[in-house]
């Protein structure tokens, strides 16, 4: 995700009109009150929204490389609740108990991003999504 954040924000720091930069040099600010001043607030809307885009996130794991890590000595230690869906789901048939938990999963997953959404609008209501 480093390689795609980082072209979502040069792109916002590609908006930022130079004459500003210009206009911070002549009154003499330094490189932390231009990052101050100029860049963070033309970056903060797109901050704002990959902050609440990656808030549902949270609870995703890599299902892949832990499910084939595991086997019967350290399934306990690496045991997920990806992996366990699996196992529930897949291994032991209990399609309707893994779909209850993926489902309670999604609604947590779900109130993250509400949640990261209605702070976003208490601290700057103009950069959020809903």
């Not at 794991?61 to 230690?77: A, E, G």
Request: no cysteine.
């Amino acid at each position: 995700g480093i390689g795609w954040g980082s072209i979502l924000y040069l792109s916002a720091l590609s908006n930022i009109d130079i004459s500003l930069y210009d206009v911070a040099n002549i009154d003499g600010a330094n490189r932390l009150q231009k990052m101050q001043h100029i860049a963070w607030p033309a970056i903060l809307p797109t901050v704002s929204v990959l902050l609440i885009l990656n808030a549902g996130s949270i609870l995703n794991t890599d299902f892949t490389k832990i499910l084939l890590m595991q086997n019967d000595t350290n399934r306990s230690q690496l045991e997920v609740i990806s992996t366990f869906v699996f196992h529930e789901g897949i291994e032991r048939g209990r399609f309707e108990y893994a779909t209850a938990v993926n489902l309670f999963i999604s609604v947590i997953a779900f109130m993250l991003v509400y949640g990261t959404n209605a702070v976003v609008r208490k601290i700057s209501p103009e950069n959020n999504l809903w």
